[in-house]
Protein backbone atom coordinates (compact mmCIF):
# COMPACT_ATOMS: atom_id res chain seq x y z
CA UNK A 1 0.00 0.00 0.00
CA UNK A 2 1.43 3.06 -0.91
CA UNK A 3 0.17 7.24 -0.26
CA UNK A 4 -0.69 9.29 -3.50
CA UNK A 5 0.11 12.87 -4.11
CA UNK A 6 -3.59 13.39 -3.35
CA UNK A 7 -3.67 11.76 -0.44
CA UNK A 8 -5.36 8.75 -1.66
CA UNK A 9 -3.84 4.99 -0.65
CA UNK A 10 -2.90 2.38 -3.43
CA UNK A 11 -2.59 -1.04 -3.53
CA UNK A 12 -0.65 -3.58 -5.20
CA UNK A 13 -1.76 -5.46 -8.10
CA UNK A 14 -0.51 -8.54 -9.58
CA UNK A 15 -1.15 -11.06 -11.62
CA UNK A 16 -1.22 -12.32 -15.83
CA UNK A 17 -3.18 -9.74 -17.93
CA UNK A 18 -6.94 -9.42 -16.96
CA UNK A 19 -6.62 -11.70 -14.18
CA UNK A 20 -5.25 -9.23 -12.25
CA UNK A 21 -5.59 -9.17 -7.98
CA UNK A 22 -5.44 -6.55 -5.74
CA UNK A 23 -3.34 -7.40 -3.03
CA UNK A 24 -4.91 -4.77 0.10
CA UNK A 25 -2.70 -5.89 2.93
CA UNK A 26 0.41 -3.86 3.03
CA UNK A 27 3.72 -6.00 2.61
CA UNK A 28 5.61 -6.27 5.51
CA UNK A 29 9.14 -5.54 3.29
CA UNK A 30 8.91 -4.08 0.09
CA UNK A 31 12.16 -3.74 -1.92
CA UNK A 32 11.97 -2.16 -5.41
CA UNK A 33 15.83 -1.56 -6.45
CA UNK A 34 16.76 -1.79 -10.17
CA UNK A 35 19.51 -3.66 -11.02
CA UNK A 36 22.26 -1.82 -12.49
CA UNK A 37 25.10 -4.40 -13.47
CA UNK A 38 27.71 -1.92 -12.55
CA UNK A 39 31.10 -3.72 -13.15
CA UNK A 40 34.29 -1.64 -11.68
CA UNK A 41 37.62 -2.15 -13.28
CA UNK A 42 40.54 -0.49 -11.27
CA UNK A 43 44.28 0.27 -12.72
CA UNK A 44 47.61 -0.35 -11.23
CA UNK A 45 48.15 3.64 -10.52
CA UNK A 46 44.18 3.32 -8.54
CA UNK A 47 42.15 4.99 -11.09
CA UNK A 48 38.85 3.15 -11.57
CA UNK A 49 36.58 2.54 -14.31
CA UNK A 50 33.28 1.54 -15.05
CA UNK A 51 30.93 -0.39 -17.61
CA UNK A 52 26.95 -0.66 -17.51
CA UNK A 53 24.49 -1.72 -19.47
CA UNK A 54 21.85 0.30 -20.96
CA UNK A 55 19.21 -0.95 -19.08
CA UNK A 56 18.48 -1.48 -15.51
CA UNK A 57 16.03 -3.97 -15.03
CA UNK A 58 13.59 -3.86 -12.52
CA UNK A 59 13.58 -5.91 -9.24
CA UNK A 60 10.54 -6.40 -6.39
CA UNK A 61 10.77 -8.22 -3.62
CA UNK A 62 7.70 -8.46 -1.34
CA UNK A 63 6.81 -10.22 1.68
CA UNK A 64 3.81 -10.79 3.84
CA UNK A 65 3.03 -11.85 6.95
CA UNK A 66 -0.60 -13.47 8.08
CA UNK A 67 -1.58 -13.07 4.22
CA UNK A 68 -5.28 -14.08 4.11
CA UNK A 69 -5.82 -17.98 2.22
CA UNK A 70 -6.89 -16.37 -1.40
CA UNK A 71 -4.35 -13.66 -1.65
CA UNK A 72 -1.90 -16.57 -0.89
CA UNK A 73 -2.95 -18.71 -3.18
CA UNK A 74 -3.43 -16.04 -5.81
CA UNK A 75 0.56 -15.59 -5.44
CA UNK A 76 1.56 -18.93 -5.01
CA UNK A 77 -0.26 -19.71 -8.73
CA UNK A 78 1.92 -16.99 -10.27
CA UNK A 79 5.00 -18.37 -8.32
CA UNK A 80 4.67 -22.45 -8.92
CA UNK A 81 3.79 -21.54 -12.85
CA UNK A 82 0.01 -23.45 -12.33
CA UNK A 83 -1.02 -21.53 -15.36
CA UNK A 84 -4.38 -23.52 -16.09
CA UNK A 85 -8.18 -22.21 -15.09
CA UNK A 86 -8.49 -21.13 -11.41
CA UNK A 87 -6.30 -17.99 -11.61
CA UNK A 88 -8.79 -15.37 -9.93
CA UNK A 89 -11.69 -18.11 -10.96
CA UNK A 90 -11.12 -18.06 -14.75
CA UNK A 91 -11.97 -20.71 -16.93
CA UNK A 92 -9.29 -19.65 -18.73
CA UNK A 93 -5.49 -20.41 -18.76
CA UNK A 94 -2.90 -17.92 -18.46
CA UNK A 95 0.54 -18.07 -19.93
CA UNK A 96 3.14 -15.82 -19.96
CA UNK A 97 5.10 -13.57 -17.87
CA UNK A 98 3.25 -11.56 -14.21
CA UNK A 99 1.97 -8.38 -14.55
CA UNK A 100 2.77 -5.85 -12.17
CA UNK A 101 1.59 -2.33 -11.16
CA UNK A 102 3.60 -1.18 -8.08
CA UNK A 103 1.66 1.20 -5.81
CA UNK A 104 4.62 3.29 -5.73
CA UNK A 105 5.20 4.04 -9.48
CA UNK A 106 4.63 7.51 -9.97
CA UNK A 107 4.59 7.30 -14.19
CA UNK A 108 3.83 3.81 -15.80
CA UNK A 109 5.73 4.77 -19.05
CA UNK A 110 9.03 3.04 -20.01
CA UNK A 111 11.89 5.64 -18.20
CA UNK A 112 13.35 5.93 -21.89
CA UNK A 113 9.88 6.62 -23.24
CA UNK A 114 8.85 8.75 -20.36
CA UNK A 115 12.63 11.07 -21.44
CA UNK A 116 11.00 10.82 -24.98
CA UNK A 117 14.41 8.85 -26.21
CA UNK A 118 14.53 5.77 -28.42
CA UNK A 119 17.10 3.56 -29.44
CA UNK A 120 14.64 2.26 -32.70
CA UNK A 121 14.66 4.05 -36.47
CA UNK A 122 11.62 6.06 -36.26
CA UNK A 123 10.77 5.38 -32.83
CA UNK A 124 9.45 2.24 -33.43
CA UNK A 125 10.06 0.71 -29.90
CA UNK A 126 8.03 3.65 -27.61
CA UNK A 127 5.55 4.63 -30.26
CA UNK A 128 3.02 4.28 -33.71
CA UNK A 129 0.71 6.49 -35.91
CA UNK A 130 -2.63 5.63 -34.67
CA UNK A 131 -3.59 8.06 -37.60
CA UNK A 132 -2.75 10.90 -39.56
CA UNK A 133 1.29 10.91 -40.37
CA UNK A 134 3.91 12.06 -37.84
CA UNK A 135 7.75 11.30 -38.68
CA UNK A 136 9.95 10.41 -35.21
CA UNK A 137 13.21 11.65 -35.70
CA UNK A 138 16.31 12.45 -33.06
CA UNK A 139 16.27 15.91 -31.97
CA UNK A 140 19.67 15.94 -29.71
CA UNK A 141 21.51 12.91 -28.85
CA UNK A 142 19.06 10.34 -28.60
CA UNK A 143 15.77 12.58 -27.11
CA UNK A 144 13.63 12.25 -30.31
CA UNK A 145 10.93 14.63 -31.61
CA UNK A 146 7.73 14.44 -33.77
CA UNK A 147 7.08 15.55 -37.17
CA UNK A 148 3.14 15.95 -37.61
CA UNK A 149 2.23 16.20 -41.18
CA UNK A 150 -1.67 17.32 -40.09
CA UNK A 151 -3.46 18.62 -37.68
CA UNK A 152 -5.62 15.47 -37.33
CA UNK A 153 -2.66 13.23 -36.18
CA UNK A 154 -2.81 11.19 -33.44
CA UNK A 155 0.20 9.05 -31.38
CA UNK A 156 0.22 5.83 -29.29
CA UNK A 157 2.41 4.96 -26.60
CA UNK A 158 3.56 1.62 -27.13
CA UNK A 159 3.76 -0.60 -24.19
CA UNK A 160 6.54 -2.84 -25.75
CA UNK A 161 5.23 -6.44 -24.35
CA UNK A 162 1.56 -6.56 -24.25
CA UNK A 163 -0.94 -4.52 -26.13
CA UNK A 164 -1.23 -1.90 -23.73
CA UNK A 165 -0.57 -1.23 -19.68
CA UNK A 166 -2.34 -3.59 -17.96
CA UNK A 167 -5.65 -2.91 -15.81
CA UNK A 168 -8.30 -4.28 -13.89
CA UNK A 169 -11.95 -3.04 -14.30
CA UNK A 170 -12.95 0.14 -12.34
CA UNK A 171 -9.73 1.73 -12.39
CA UNK A 172 -9.33 5.05 -12.49
CA UNK A 173 -6.58 5.91 -15.26
CA UNK A 174 -4.88 9.49 -15.84
CA UNK A 175 -2.62 10.03 -18.90
CA UNK A 176 -0.86 13.78 -19.07
CA UNK A 177 0.54 14.48 -22.91
CA UNK A 178 3.82 15.67 -23.36
CA UNK A 179 3.59 19.05 -21.46
CA UNK A 180 5.19 21.35 -24.95
CA UNK A 181 1.85 20.38 -26.82
CA UNK A 182 -0.84 23.71 -26.28
CA UNK A 183 -3.73 22.42 -24.17
CA UNK A 184 -5.77 24.56 -26.42
CA UNK A 185 -5.56 21.89 -29.61
CA UNK A 186 -4.10 19.05 -27.82
CA UNK A 187 -6.13 15.94 -27.29
CA UNK A 188 -5.60 13.16 -24.68
CA UNK A 189 -7.28 9.50 -25.25
CA UNK A 190 -7.11 6.38 -23.57
CA UNK A 191 -8.10 3.24 -25.71
CA UNK A 192 -9.48 -0.04 -23.41
CA UNK A 193 -8.99 -3.19 -24.72
CA UNK A 194 -9.96 -6.73 -23.69
CA UNK A 195 -7.60 -9.74 -22.87
CA UNK A 196 -7.41 -10.28 -26.32
CA UNK A 197 -6.31 -7.01 -27.68
CA UNK A 198 -9.78 -6.61 -28.86
CA UNK A 199 -10.96 -2.67 -28.75
CA UNK A 200 -13.75 -1.87 -25.78
CA UNK A 201 -14.06 1.61 -25.98
CA UNK A 202 -12.32 5.14 -25.71
CA UNK A 203 -11.96 8.12 -23.11
CA UNK A 204 -10.73 11.23 -24.47
CA UNK A 205 -10.80 14.66 -23.53
CA UNK A 206 -9.69 17.94 -25.63
CA UNK A 207 -6.21 19.73 -23.55
CA UNK A 208 -3.27 18.08 -21.61
CA UNK A 209 -5.09 15.48 -19.59
CA UNK A 210 -7.71 12.97 -19.56
CA UNK A 211 -9.37 10.49 -16.29
CA UNK A 212 -11.15 7.39 -17.25
CA UNK A 213 -12.85 4.72 -15.32
CA UNK A 214 -11.61 1.37 -17.21
CA UNK A 215 -14.49 -0.18 -18.29
CA UNK A 216 -16.05 -4.02 -17.68
CA UNK A 217 -14.20 -6.40 -18.96
CA UNK A 218 -10.97 -3.91 -19.80
CA UNK A 219 -7.82 -5.74 -19.34
CA UNK A 220 -5.24 -3.08 -20.95
CA UNK A 221 -4.79 0.89 -21.65
CA UNK A 222 -3.24 2.34 -24.48
CA UNK A 223 -2.56 6.05 -23.98
CA UNK A 224 -3.06 8.08 -27.12
CA UNK A 225 -2.31 11.82 -27.78
CA UNK A 226 -2.81 14.55 -30.76
CA UNK A 227 -0.81 18.03 -30.35
CA UNK A 228 -3.93 19.56 -32.75
CA UNK A 229 -1.31 21.33 -35.11
CA UNK A 230 1.00 20.42 -37.51
CA UNK A 231 5.24 20.64 -37.10
CA UNK A 232 7.37 19.55 -34.84
CA UNK A 233 6.21 18.16 -31.18
CA UNK A 234 8.11 17.14 -28.55
CA UNK A 235 7.40 13.63 -26.98
CA UNK A 236 8.73 13.83 -23.86
CA UNK A 237 7.19 14.41 -20.46
CA UNK A 238 4.26 12.37 -20.80
CA UNK A 239 2.88 10.47 -17.68
CA UNK A 240 0.63 7.95 -17.46
CA UNK A 241 -0.86 6.82 -13.55
CA UNK A 242 -3.12 5.03 -12.06
CA UNK A 243 -5.32 6.56 -8.91
CA UNK A 244 -3.41 9.66 -8.87
CA UNK A 245 -2.90 13.33 -10.64
CA UNK A 246 0.24 12.86 -13.61
CA UNK A 247 3.08 14.80 -13.05
CA UNK A 248 4.76 16.17 -16.40
CA UNK A 249 8.25 14.66 -16.85
CA UNK A 250 8.26 12.12 -13.75
CA UNK A 251 10.44 9.71 -14.15
CA UNK A 252 8.82 6.81 -15.69
CA UNK A 253 8.96 3.21 -13.27
CA UNK A 254 7.56 1.81 -16.26
CA UNK A 255 5.22 -1.15 -15.49
CA UNK A 256 7.45 -4.16 -16.59
CA UNK A 257 6.66 -7.87 -17.77
CA UNK A 258 8.08 -9.63 -14.70
CA UNK A 259 8.73 -13.27 -13.88
CA UNK A 260 8.95 -14.58 -10.20
CA UNK A 261 12.47 -15.94 -9.24
CA UNK A 262 11.99 -16.83 -6.08
CA UNK A 263 9.34 -17.42 -3.26
CA UNK A 264 8.75 -18.55 0.17
CA UNK A 265 5.62 -19.93 1.74
CA UNK A 266 5.40 -20.83 5.40
CA UNK A 267 1.97 -21.85 7.15
CA UNK A 268 1.26 -18.76 10.13
CA UNK A 269 -0.57 -18.98 13.21
CA UNK A 270 -3.52 -19.26 13.45
CA UNK A 271 -4.28 -21.46 9.71
CA UNK A 272 -4.67 -20.85 6.69
CA UNK A 273 -3.22 -17.93 7.17
CA UNK A 274 0.41 -17.85 5.42
CA UNK A 275 3.68 -15.99 5.56
CA UNK A 276 4.83 -15.54 1.83
CA UNK A 277 7.56 -13.83 0.45
CA UNK A 278 7.89 -13.25 -3.66
CA UNK A 279 11.06 -12.26 -5.59
CA UNK A 280 10.54 -10.63 -9.50
CA UNK A 281 12.26 -9.53 -11.77
CA UNK A 282 11.80 -7.45 -14.99
CA UNK A 283 11.90 -9.52 -18.74
CA UNK A 284 11.15 -9.13 -22.15
CA UNK A 285 9.28 -12.02 -22.53
CA UNK A 286 8.36 -15.53 -20.30
CA UNK A 287 7.43 -18.24 -21.69
CA UNK A 288 5.88 -19.69 -18.40
Known amino acids: MATTATGGTRNLWIGKPGLLREIVQAAKSWDRTAD ?3 TE ?3 LDGAVTTIAPPRTPRRLKFSWDLLPPDDAQHLARL ?4 NGPGLQGSPVTSYGPVAVLDPASVNLLDPYQAAGQSDAPGGGDHWFTV ?18 QDAATRI ?10 PVAPGMKVSWL ?3 DWSPVTATAQLDWKDADGAYLSTASATGASVTGTAPAGAAFVTPIGGPGTAGMAGLAGACLTIGDTPVPFALGDGCPAM ?3 AYSDAPASPLPY ?6 LVEVRDAEL
Open 79 to 82: ARRV
Open 36 to 38: LNV
Open 259 to 261: SVT
Open 177 to 179: VPP
Open 41 to 43: FKS
Open 131 to 148: SGSVVVSPAVGDTVVGQV
Open 274 to 279: RNISID
Open 156 to 165: GWRHGIWTGW
